[in-house]
């Protein structure tokens, strides 16, 4: 079964420019997670959602961040513009969406992204 | 609000040495609790799960997790680790069944020494 898979891998922007990220989930899963992991800390959820609809984003600074999950499969971020504290690497995760709260998420390899 | 720590954020034994890492949680309703781990290079993976019944539970590679409620911990036990082991450790929390909500704590960079 393929993973997750996340694009690019690796990214350097300066601050003020734009930046998108790419998302494939697992085939046949539901739900779609995007997370920020800034160096020395835990991911943390920004945006989570349920086929093509938002779950939750409460989290998710929207005056600089968007995502969207289209089709209800793949799914994009995009930071614009970005900031020096926006340096993190960018998590997705999947998870069948069918057992709630108990439902196992699996995660990408991630996006390591640098602002300059 | 509501958080997860692991205290321990760095970790060097040595093999076949015994492992215990620390999560606590700031919360006192119901709580779903994992463990992940990612190996160097590796994505994060499920090492643990607990939902409810015994609150002894059993991961992959030898890990097991104990749930005290009136501690509101969720420590992870190994009783001889082995050099592979060598990772950094998640504890997250689902709070109050909020969804598929997870809040994970700060990491445990855990090196084993051969």
């Known amino acids: 079964e393929a993973g997750v898979a996340q694009s690019p891998r690796y990214k350097i922007i300066e601050k003020r420019q734009s930046v998108a990220f790419w998302c494939n989930p697992i085939?046949?899963?539901?739900?779609l997670y995007w997370y920020q992991q800034i160096l020395g800390q835990g991911p943390k959820l920004l945006i989570q959602?349920?086929?093509?609809?938002?779950?939750?984003d409460s989290q998710l600074p929207k005056d600089r961040f968007s995502a969207e999950r289209l089709k209800g499969v793949d799914s994009t971020l995009k930071i614009q513009p970005a900031k020096l504290e926006d340096s993190a690497v960018y998590l997705c995760?999947?998870?069948?969406?069918?057992?709630?709260?108990?439902?196992?998420?699996?995660f990408g390899p991630g996006t390591r992204l640098t602002v300059l | 609000a509501q958080s997860v720590s692991q205290h321990n954020h760095h970790v060097i034994l040595s093999e076949a040495a015994s492992l215990e890492l620390g999560c606590n949680y700031s919360?006192?309703?119901?709580?779903?609790l994992f463990w992940y781990v990612q190996y160097p290079g590796q994505h994060l993976q499920l090492l643990l799960k607990?939902?409810?019944?015994?609150?002894l539970v059993k991961g992959i590679k030898g890990f097991e997790a104990e749930f005290i409620k009136s501690k509101f911990s969720f420590n992870l036990r190994k009783p001889s680790v082995q050099w592979s082991d060598t990772a950094e450790y998640f504890c997250?929390?689902?709070?109050?069944?909020?969804?598929?909500?997870?809040?994970f704590g700060g990491g445990t960079r855990l090196m084993v020494k051969p």
């Open positions: 607990y939902f409810s019944g015994d609150p």
């Open positions: 995760a999947s998870s069948l969406g069918n057992r709630g709260s108990t439902d196992t998420q699996y």
């Open positions: 997250a929390v689902n709070f109050n069944n909020a969804g598929n909500m997870l809040t």
């Open positions: 085939s046949g899963h539901a739900t």
């Open positions: 959602f349920q086929n093509n609809g938002v779950v939750d």
């Open positions: 919360y006192g309703g119901t709580v779903n």
